[in-house]
């Protein structure tokens, strides 16, 4: 059943991942954890995330045409499918809640007179509207952003250069093995594990022989770029980065060109919550498709703001404290969202290769 009449182009969906793996993940350090060695965490976490993409990729290969929920009752039958597609749309949902509230926080923490469910309430009914105009809206503004954002990071980065000490990712490994295994899992589940949401958004490429390729081009530019972010603010901040609340801004205060190219905080603010507009939107999106999906609608569009409204409720439930949300995103996060980043979509493909559905005919016609 379609819902979603628009099409998006392979370049687009390369467009719409980058942005979505770029997120809320240039707010804090990826692979924090690891310290000095926050660089090796990164590179290690990227290559797991490509473990993740090729059970995606295989999927969607199998399944030409079909989303996740699709693809979940054509293997698992109408009842197991359908509640396992239910427990994808809660993650789903939870998840934009959680994009969504980490925004509103970071702003809260900038402007503390204003109260933080205004913060809530403004980019969600901005990215209910997008949501309302498809995926092709979404996917036209992550090429606008993404062009910025590179060039903003060059630029400073650049401009950084004289502040940045080799010495900063000294010592090496100098960690127990645990933690850097954690600081690696963390980096492969967010940003790369998140990803398993564009299953529900992948049978609208207009073609879909080459999202597979897009898909692996938009990981790698992705990760190239998360890594030399960390290397840069590692190489600027040093210790100093995986204690500091938000390092990218640490980082960017620095800048200072003759009293005139300086406060460049205030633009690094902008580009944040543009990310986060893309990520959350496109959870958000998701879930709203699927859950019209779920309960047989002719067009998701109703169902918008009455899901926008029950996120702004879970957000204002979550998190009372920063503290807390550090401790998910870095303990527990890495761990149970392995249930939907990988677990979940290897049980599916096994079971599909064991049952032989989906398998490709030599004339591409699904067996």
């Known amino acids: 059943m379609k819902l979603e009449n628009q099409r998006i182009s392979s370049n687009q969906l390369f467009y719409l991942v980058f942005a979505f793996l770029l997120g809320s993940t240039v707010m804090f350090l990826p692979g924090a954890m690891a310290g000095s060695n926050a660089w090796l965490a990164m590179l290690l976490g990227t290559l797991e995330g ?29 009842f197991l499918g359908k509640a396992l597609s239910w427990l994808y749309m809660t ?35 901005v990215s209910a509207f997008a949501v309302r105009s498809g ?43 645990n933690k850097m295994l954690l600081s690696i899992q963390s980096v492969a589940a967010l940003p790369f594990g998140l990803t398993v949401v564009f299953l529900m958004i992948i049978n609208l490429v207009s073609n879909p022989s080459e999202t597979g390729s897009f898909m692996k081009k938009s990981f790698l530019f992705g990760g190239i770029l998360l890594m030399l972010y960390t290397l840069r603010t590692t190489a600027v901040l040093g210790s100093y980065a995986t204690i500091s609340t938000y390092p990218a801004i640490a980082t960017v205060r620095i800048i200072n060109i003759g009293e005139i190219y300086t406060r460049l905080e205030i633009l690094l603010s902008v580009v944040f919550l543009s990310l986060g507009f893309v990520k959350g939107s496109i959870f958000y999106y998701s879930a709203v498709l699927g859950v019209s999906q779920l ?41 149970y969202s392995m249930i939907f980043a990988l677990f979940l979509p290897l049980l599916t493909l096994i079971a599909a290769k064991i049952k032989k559905i989906g398998c490709k005919q030599e004339d591409g016609v699904d067996a």
């Open 295 to 335: 309960l047989k609608m002719r067009s998701y569009r109703p169902l918008v703001f009455p899901i926008g409204a029950l996120l702004l409720n879970i957000s204002l439930s979550l998190y009372d404290e920063y503290i807390y949300d550090t401790i998910d995103t870095n303990m527990l996060f890495p761990f």
């Open 91 to 125: 993650y789903f949902l939870y998840i934009s809640a959680q994009v969504l509230r980490t925004f509103a926080a970071f702003f809260a923490i900038k402007m503390t007179s204003t109260p933080l469910i205004v913060f809530l309430i403004t980019p969600l009914l």
């Open 135 to 177: 995926l092709e809206v979404l996917a036209r503004y992550s090429q606008i952003i993404l062009m910025t954002v590179i060039f903003l990071f060059f630029l400073d980065s650049i401009l950084l250069a004289k502040d940045m000490d080799i010495s900063n990712f000294l010592p090496f490994m100098d960690i127990p093995i």
């Open 50 to 78: 490509f473990i993740f993409l090729a059970i995606y990729n295989s999927l969607a290969d199998r399944h030409p045409g079909k989303n996740l929920i699709e693809i979940n009752i054509l293997v698992f039958g109408s």
